[in-house]
Every structure is written in structure tokens, then in C-alpha cells.
């Protein structure tokens, strides 16, 4: 599949700047308008409606305990393709410059379109992940508190599941993946927390990439972004057609 085809979207987790200045950074590169959404209240969302009628959001994010609560803030950008990396960038730039910064508790995570995805890709995908998920961990230098915790490796009972039964389906990887037939899985969902997340396949129409650890350079944005996508554009199988949620 042609890499510039393949939709994605990048989520980025701060601390230091409110969610307010998060997201009037955004605005000051996309354009368009802010809006303080408010609920659901745990999130606080705010949101940017760019020039283009696209959303991102900026949530507060639980998982980063060792900051106050108002400075806790999770950029969620709306569907991208390969020629937004260099906005992107230039949105990373502009958060870093309102105060942004990230501690050793962030990270990025990288969804990308399930729908190009069939059965046998995702099969294949999670093979050749859980074979080199050591180098990419080193690689990468996953931080080792991310690793226990939020970015787990693959499940060996899964990978053993999915090499004796051979899924045709992806009603039958569900089945595999969560130990059950799983058709109302729900965002907050254990298994979500892997390095390669095939719960999101089922949840949101995506696959979640969740090994990087948090970073506002926006040199590494780009890099992080053409890794995901040149390592998966093989496995891709058919045209991209719209996503099933837009995050």
C-alpha cells in the first residue's frame, strides 16, 4: 500500500501546561476555534476545530500521578495522513513553546486504520512483533515502569493461540485475543495495555502502537511517525476506508 495512504493518528501526553494553554497552542498552528468541553469531568476535555473542520482534543490523563491534576494534558489529534507530519511538528513545536514538557510517566501512542487491515495481517503483525519486541524495546529504551504497567509485551498465551488455531476471522482473533467473545468491549479494557494493542481493533477501528516514550521534539515525532508506518505498510492489505471512530 502506498505509505501516504495510510490513515493514523498520534496521541501525546504532557505535563506543565494546562489543558487551557495545550490547546490554544494547537489553535495558534491549526487555526479554527478552542472550546472548553468540560465533560466528561475526569477528561475535562478541550477542543480545536482546525481550519479544515477537524477536531483534536486535549484530556486530562490519569496515568500521570506525579503532576497536579490541572497540569495532566493528552493532545488526541483527529485522523491524519503522511503529508500532516509536517503540521504535526509544527503543533508539537508550539506546545513546547507554551510550556510542555514530559517526565519518565508519558508516552505517544500511534493508532493506525484497522480497516486495511484482514485477519491474516493482524495475524502476522502480532508474530513478527512478539519476535522482535526485545530489539524494539531496547531499541526504543521503553521506560521499564511503562513496560510493567501500561505497555506490556505480547502475551505468550495469545501468540500460542493464535499459532495452534490459525484465525480466519476477526471474530475468532477477538476470541482469542480476549479469552472470550468479546462483541461490547469497553475503553478501559486490561488487554489494552500492550505495546502492540489489538483491542482497539474491536473498540475504535484502530490498532494502537504504544511503546514511545513521551517526547515534545518534534524531529522525533517524525521519526516515530514514518517507523510506524513503514513497519506496518506491508502487512497492510487493502484500501483504506474511513475509520470506524474518529478519535
Known amino acids: 500500500m502506498d505509505l501516504k495512504k495510510i490513515k493514523f493518528g498520534i496521541e501525546l501526553e504532557t505535563v506543565k501546561a494546562t489543558r487551557e494553554k495545550v490547546a490554544q497552542a494547537i489553535q495558534s498552528v491549526v487555526g479554527g476555534t478552542v472550546a472548553h468541553i468540560g465533560t466528561p469531568y475526569n477528561f475535562d476535555p478541550w477542543e480545536v476545530t482546525d481550519a479544515g473542520g477537524r477536531k483534536w482534543k486535549v484530556v486530562a490523563d490519569g496515568s500521570l500521578t506525579r503532576v497536579d491534576t490541572k497540569y495532566r494534558a493528552k493532545v488526541v489529534s483527529p485522523i491524519l495522513v503522511y503529508e500532516d507530519i509536517p503540521q504535526l511538528q509544527e503543533v508539537v513545536r508550539a506546545v513546547w513553546n507554551a510550556g ?111 511503546y514511545f516514550n513521551g517526547t515534545l521534539h518534534a524531529g522525533r515525532i517524525k521519526i516515530i511517525c514514518n517507523f510506524v508506518l513503514r513497519s506496518v505498510q506491508r502487512q497492510s492489505t487493502t484500501e483504506p476506508q474511513v475509520v470506524g471512530k474518529e478519535r
Open 100 to 210: 510542555g514538557r514530559v517526565n519518565n510517566q508519558c508516552a505517544v501512542h500511534v493508532h493506525l486504520d484497522a480497516s486495511i487491515f484482514d485477519t491474516k495481517a493482524l495475524v502476522n503483525l502480532a508474530k513478527i512483533v512478539n519476535k522482535q519486541e526485545d530489539l524494539i524495546v531496547k531499541a526504543l529504551d521503553v521506560n521499564p515502569q511503562r513496560l510493567e504497567r501500561f505497555t506490556k509485551k505480547a502475551s505468550e498465551e495469545f501468540i500460542r493461540k493464535i499459532e495452534k488455531r490459525k484465525p480466519k476471522t476477526k471474530d475468532e482473533l477477538n476470541k482469542l485475543w480476549y479469552g472470550y467473545q468479546n462483541h461490547s468491549p469497553v475503553h478501559h479494557d486490561h488487554t489494552r495495555y500492550r505495546g502492540l494493542n489489538l483491542h482497539n481493533v474491536w473498540y475504535r477501528g484502530t490498532i494502537e502502537i504504544r
